[in-house]
């Protein structure tokens, strides 16, 4: 874009890296972007969110992120935060609906949901060490997804090397300790630790695990970490086939493309095709 009279030749606050975009055009090209719905009945909040925890599930059985029973996606409930929404354990992903879901207390105890109030001990386990520690986060996802899971084996974490992965820069951790199947608190808490503020954590020869502040965000994260996970192993075996290595992306780039994609809302929004296709293709089967 050419510059013109009168243009501020300043640099755009709004874009530090687009030399060349005036402050007048980057606030033309400003996009005001759809929000989550909210409700001052906690109540109606639950019921809402509920369905949202029930498409996140649809989403995780239709990428394949099921393995048997294993994995969990809970949901911190809007009229008392102290207790968490799970899947019940043994239910297909991709058969949940939002009456299926059961609510389980600081205690680990089923207090409310559907017919099957088996719990998955690990999905307490975790989650409820994530939930007690991170006040700010509404949501956790983990799942024994293939690529995750594999790149889990490899004791690092994710390079920044592509646009997605920038979601991840500087905002991920590595948990190092694997002892089995999560059947105790402290491995719960030390993965609590582990994470901090991050919005996700590679669990070492387990699988992913993200948070946020919405269901939408948490899933998206999954999604797009597993699809780093996979880019990453396909990109590293190619450099290595040529007796070389990836490109990493500069810190000053990963940091400013991280302020765009990496932001809660960014995970929101971007998490919406995906809840918009599960509502299309089961006819909103999923909100029984």
């Known amino acids: 874009m050419e510059s013109q009279p009168g243009d501020d030749p300043s640099p755009n606050p709004a874009a530090p890296l687009e030399p060349g975009l005036p402050g007048k055009a980057g606030k033309a090209h400003a996009l005001e972007f759809p929000t989550a719905p909210t409700s001052d009945d ?38 008392d935060p102290t207790t968490f929404w799970v899947n019940p354990f043994g239910v297909a992903f991709s058969l949940i609906t939002a009456s299926d879901l059961i609510r389980v207390d600081a205690e680990g105890n089923v207090v409310d949901g559907g017919r099957v109030r088996l719990l998955n001990t690990a999905a307490y386990m975790i989650h409820h060490a994530v939930h007690e520690a991170r006040p700010d986060v509404m949501c956790a996802a983990h799942s024994h997804s293939l690529y995750g ?30 002892n089995g199947v999560v059947l105790v608190a402290e491995e719960g808490h030390n993965i609590a630790r582990a994470l901090g503020d991050k919005k996700a954590a590679l669990l070492q020869s387990h699988g992913l695990l993200t ?31 040529r007796g070389g290595e990836t490109v990493k992306i500069s810190e000053e780039d990963a940091v400013y493309t991280h302020k765009t994609v990496g932001t809660p809302s960014a995970g929101w929004f971007s998490a919406k095709p995906l809840f918009d296709v599960i509502h299309e293709e089961t006819g909103g089967g999923y909100l029984a």
Not at 45 to 72: P, Q, S
Not at 150 to 176: M, P, W
């Open 211 to 241: 948070v946020g502040k919405s269901i939408e965000e948490a899933v998206f994260w999954f999604v797009s970490l597993e699809k780093c996970c996979h880019a990453q192993l396909l990109a590293d075996a190619a450099a290595a086939g």
């Open 42 to 79: 906690p109540y109606k909040e639950r019921t809402y969110l509920k369905g949202r925890l029930a498409a996140a599930f649809r989403i995780f059985g239709k990428f394949g992120f099921d393995e048997g029973v294993a994995g969990h996606i809970t949901l911190r409930d809007p009229v």
């Open 149 to 178: 899971r594999a790149f889990c084996t490899l004791g690092r974490k994710l390079d920044t090397i592509t646009q997605d992965s920038c979601s991840f820069h500087n905002d991920h951790v590595l948990y190092e300790s694997f």
